[in-house]
């Protein structure tokens, strides 16, 4: 699938000045053009057009063959750029064949989950994607707004009184759209959205109701900042257990806002939680009652910042399966030095031989927990069942940390041996006779 | 797509009396007709038409409606079956339709790999499976030769001097072969082979070369005992470890050979080898000498029984995920069982305080190296990278065992951390830099 990608304009609302291309803003990380091809890319689309107009050369010195995003871009100047986005689409016309093309405003963001539906849907263009979910959609005024008749569009414009949804400016056309765009531009109007009308009128182009979930026209900084709020809204990860959820996100998703333009990769970020994790074990080995409460915090700490990796990551568009895989060993090492460290440390003091039985039991535990659900999922069985004891890592960092500030470290280990193993041994009850799919 | 499997015949070379059904004829734990469904099921045929003759209702009421096997069959009966199996073929016309449909032998076994090959391939019937490795076919003689023309049959015949290839008996028709058969039905030749060679002198028959693999025509109790080695020496599996494939694997085979027909499922083997591992730790949680020799012998013959329940459910096609995801877990247990026994026996003897930490570092390993795989294959990644130090279940139990009959248990569980945790390392390293499917 290939994907025409408008990014001709000024964006003078979001950039008065017209000093820096508005496709080239920065949002958390990536710049807007990044956002719209890597999203279209994860959809599957390979092949780019890139019309660029305003600040051309900067734009197309950005993009360049597209090898950044690894895929194929080729750029394509619209002198006419001032006369409407219409004459971009039209500009370019000689680089897509008679196939189906997408066409996407290069300062729109979306949701990945739509470009990915629309296209498992196979329709027939002219398409419009429309959002009819218009109790969310901001700045409603400003909008195109879409009257729908079934599943065709009934009438569109940005001042239509009586309407249904609006155009979220995706659009999935083939060679046929470009008579009408000629029509059209001739007659003065060198927007996309007459000759989306005139396709309208013609009671010829489809409208797809796109899923309930967020996309932004990125055309002021309000819009802008919203967006942010939503990538980050939606960084969390549905098999988060509570204490993730409630208590660790939110601290790293603050942090990963702000550290998502450093330097470092994901990787970085799960060897550097992974590093604070050992320190806080090291703490923990000194005993108490300063090294217990340094040791603990660090260790929260670790699992705060064991967020970060994988929110940069997606923030990037550049989660990956084998930095997963690379976080989660780490995670289980960093597991084993905590429980190890605190168990030395209270064994400095005591001791008590107790504490070494208990160690195994809580380390293995721990190790189980989450061996059952990579084996699970390493059986093709689909994603693991939710539900059980609090014996996730999140739940037991936090059950660590507070064992170790209140100097309690043989019934943390046996509490963590309890938990972990009884949910281990709830799985191999339960899970075998679990259904599929009921995460 | 549907089936049509003859099951009509005597085999009196193999059950000269006629007493039983040929077709129920018992291999190792399935009969002839189970075999040859849930292969056919395996490769995705779900509605069966079998047709019946000699003792017919003894095999329809064994057959049923198919819920035995969870497919749909419907049972006709030839009574015309003495006039050869072309005449079953024919019987079974009123239930296919014009759509594609195979005929199998029912008396034929064959790797699954075949019939998934073939109706991958897609193919326009009529085809025939034809087998080129002639150096390997046994009973050649009595074999159906086939000589190719290209893709074609040229001629096909038993006393074919110069032939390239012979005939499995797996056939693709549609309803075009109905009036070829009534044609060598009424000139007195009711083998469905006069029919193949009326469509080979026509030109239209396709001759599909099967893959480099096993397949037997159970037609005496020579073959039986071929088709039974074959079966038994396909049931190793590509990861097992140097200790499974030249010591375990090959005790393990001669065990599920003679328990394959008892009333146990795969997981209770499952149980049965854990529970083996539970008992050897308790003798080695004794302590030395007696303790640990039994101990360590158990822990032996837990791992070799180990292989027994995947090799039952392989041989009964009855191979669940969620089986070998329950076996996985009940192994990280019966590890830790085992590695804890031997640290207390010791622990009994000695008081070496040494034993905690290396219990921890052993038994955390042996799991590190578990879930490094595990989690890799749950990530999506593919099957594990193969190769490394001999940290794999099948090594480190063989070393506990030598450990234990040695009293070295300290020894023993340095060198299991050593190893396992060094094998986790080497992955850590590796693994995210290894090629999708090197496995």
């Known amino acids: 699938m290939r994907a025409v990608v408008l990014a001709a ?10 000093d820096r291309a508005k496709i080239l803003h920065p949002l958390l990380g990536l710049t807007f053009l990044d956002r719209v091809i890597l999203t279209a890319k994860e959809a599957g689309v390979t092949e780019f057009v890139l019309v660029t107009g305003h600040l051309g050369e900067e734009v197309e010195a950005y993009a360049g063959d597209g090898s950044r995003w690894g895929v194929q871009v080729t750029c394509v100047r619209n002198e006419a750029w001032e006369g409407g986005n219409g004459t971009s689409v039209l500009a370019a016309r ?4 008679n196939a ?46 879409v009257r729908l008749d079934g599943d065709r569009v009934g009438a569109i414009g940005r001042e239509l009184a009586d309407f ?21 531009t001739a007659a003065g109007q060198g927007e996309l959205s007459a000759a989306v009308a005139a396709l309208a009128e013609r009671a010829s182009l489809r409208a797809w109701r796109i899923p309930a979930t967020w996309w932004f026209d990125l055309d002021t900084p309000e819009m802008v900042a919203r967006a942010e709020k939503a990538l980050l809204r939606n960084l969390g990860k549905k098999e988060d257990g509570p204490v993730a959820r409630f208590l660790n996100r939110p601290v790293s998703v603050r942090i990963s806002r702000r550290v998502v333009n450093w330097p470092l990769t994901a990787n970085h970020w ?14 923990l080995a000194v005993g108490p009652l300063v090294g217990f409460i340094v040791g603990g915090l660090l260790a929260q700490l670790a699992s705060i910042l064991d967020g970060v990796d994988g929110e940069v990551a997606r923030l990037r568009h550049a989660a990956s399966p084998r930095g997963g895989w690379f976080d989660a060993v780490l995670d289980r090492y960093a597991d084993l030095a905590l429980m190890l460290g605190l168990a030395i440390g209270a064994w400095r003091v005591s001791g008590d ?15 189980m927990v989450s061996y059952t659900s990579a084996r699970y999922e390493g059986a093709g069985l689909g994603p693991s ?4 004891l609090p014996a996730k890592r999140d739940s037991r960092i936090l059950i ?30 339960v899970w075998p006779r679990a259904q599929r799919g009921n995460s």
């Not at 304009?9 to 017209?18: K, N």
């Not at 189906?100 to 849907?121: C, I, N, Y």
């Not at 069942?385 to 059980?388: D, N, Q």
């Open 9 to 18: 304009g000024w964006g003078q609302r979001l950039r008065p000045g017209g």
């Open 94 to 97: 000689p680089h897509v064949d």
């Open 100 to 145: 189906p093309f997408l066409v996407l405003m290069g300062d729109h963001m979306f949701d990945p989950v739509v470009l990915r539906s629309l296209l498992a849907a196979r329709l027939d263009p002219p398409v419009v994607a429309v959002d009819t979910h218009l109790d969310v959609i901001p700045d409603l005024e400003e909008a195109m707004k």
């Open 164 to 184: 249904d949804a609006v155009d979220c400016g995706i659009f999935l056309f083939d060679g046929s759209v470009f008579p009408v765009l000629e029509e059209t």
């Open 270 to 283: 799960s060897l550097l939680s992974f590093s604070v994790a050992v320190t806080g074990s090291l703490f």
């Open 353 to 367: 031989p107790l504490l070494w039985p208990a160690l195994v039991l809580a380390v293995t535990g721990a190790m």
């Open 385 to 388: 069942p939710v539900g059980g």
């Open 400 to 429: 660590l940390m507070v064992g170790a500030i209140l100097v309690a470290p043989l019934v943390t280990l046996v509490l963590l041996a309890i938990l972990s193993h009884g949910e281990a041994l709830r799985r191999l009850v």
